[in-house]
């Protein structure tokens, strides 16, 4: 009950498109889901988040549509550039509870030039 | 504007070894999370703490580790008796709220 699934485990890309990934959870206790990008041998950096009220959220090129019914998350980054290759992980936490976050194994997402 | 920072980058112990991991928080930011990244895996959390007071250990295996965040100084994850397996990637993370955790750029522990 505590997994967050995370698919594809890898995504490659033509510059300029859309990449997408998925996330799913079971526990109906998390209400914050943050998505993180992690380049090799750096810490992984807060990109975009979102609670469950709200169903879209988007910064930039970055989107997260949230679907609370399905219990399913996505992340959606247009015109994907090759400076956005790198290893992106979602993650839930309970902001009621301990506030842990609960990682996906990750994507690592290629953007061909 | 400094950002989480840990020390040391790299640590290398031979096995049965202490390993000593150093984390100070974002200037403002009360509450230390540490997490170990096996490679080519997902983060997995440790612990969690505030200032002098361990909140949630439940990540943490039960023997040779243990961590503390000091009144003054920065957080410590202290490794006993390092084995292979203890070989990974060691992020701590800080927030002031319970939501926004910023991490760290990481200690890599070898274990040889």
């Known amino acids: 009950q505590q997994q967050v699934k995370q698919s594809p485990q890898s995504l490659i890309v033509q510059k300029g498109g859309i990449s997408i990934i998925n996330c799913a959870y079971e526990n109906t206790a998390f209400d914050y889901f943050p998505w993180y990008q992690q380049f090799p041998g750096k810490g992984p950096a807060l990109l975009i988040a979102?609670?469950?009220?709200?169903s879209e959220k988007k910064e930039g090129r970055f989107t997260i549509s949230f679907n609370k019914s399905a219990k399913q998350f996505s992340l959606h980054i247009m015109d994907s550039q090759p400076g956005d290759s790198a290893t992106y992980f979602c993650a839930a936490s309970s902001t009621t509870g301990f506030q842990k976050l609960v990682f996906g194994t990750g994507t690592r997402l290629l953007v061909s030039p | 504007n400094a950002g989480v920072m840990q020390n040391p980058r790299h640590l290398v112990r031979r096995r049965g070894q202490e390993a000593r991991l150093r984390c100070s928080p974002m200037k403002g930011h009360s509450h230390v999370y540490w997490y170990r990244q096996l490679p080519e895996e997902g983060l997995k959390f440790m612990v969690y703490?505030?200032?002098?007071?361990?909140?949630?250990e439940s990540g943490m295996p039960k023997e040779r580790f243990s961590a503390e965040f000091p009144k003054e100084g920065p957080s410590i994850l202290r490794i006993q008796q390092v084995v292979r397996g203890d070989s990974a990637a060691y992020f701590c993370?800080?927030?002031?709220?319970?939501?926004?955790?910023?991490f760290g750029p990481g200690t890599r522990l070898t274990v040889t």
């Open positions: 703490l505030q200032k002098e007071n361990i909140i949630d």
């Open positions: 993370a800080s927030s002031t709220r319970a939501d926004e955790q910023y």
């Open positions: 979102i609670r469950p009220d709200v």
